[in-house]
């Protein structure tokens, strides 16, 4: 057996449909993989991902975005709500 790191933003989910997507059709081997070993895959692009983060382009007003909503939290922590609340406040829960 494989040993496969913790993945902490990895959330298993059953899809609703099936599709291809662009990779998997260029690179139909990886449809070929184990479960595990598509763990693995991710992980190792993840790790590439990481490691060239400064070659990432970001978008400006997102930044923006981004840098307001934590500056709205860190003056009001209390007006944050989990991911659970923030489901059953819109009826996904």
């Given at each position: ?47 590439e991902v990481e490691n060239r983060q400064e070659s990432i382009p ?36």
């Open positions: 057996m494989i040993a496969v790191p913790y993945l902490p933003c990895l959330r298993i989910r059953r899809p609703k449909r099936r599709f291809k997507t662009v990779i998997a059709e260029r690179i139909p081997e990886i449809a070929n993989l184990t479960a595990e070993e598509k763990l693995l895959l991710a992980n190792e692009l993840w790790a970001f978008n400006d007003a997102v930044v923006q975005l981004l840098d307001q909503r934590s500056e709205e939290f860190l003056k009001d922590p209390q007006s944050a709500v989990t991911w659970q609340e923030f489901k059953r406040r819109i009826g996904k829960a």
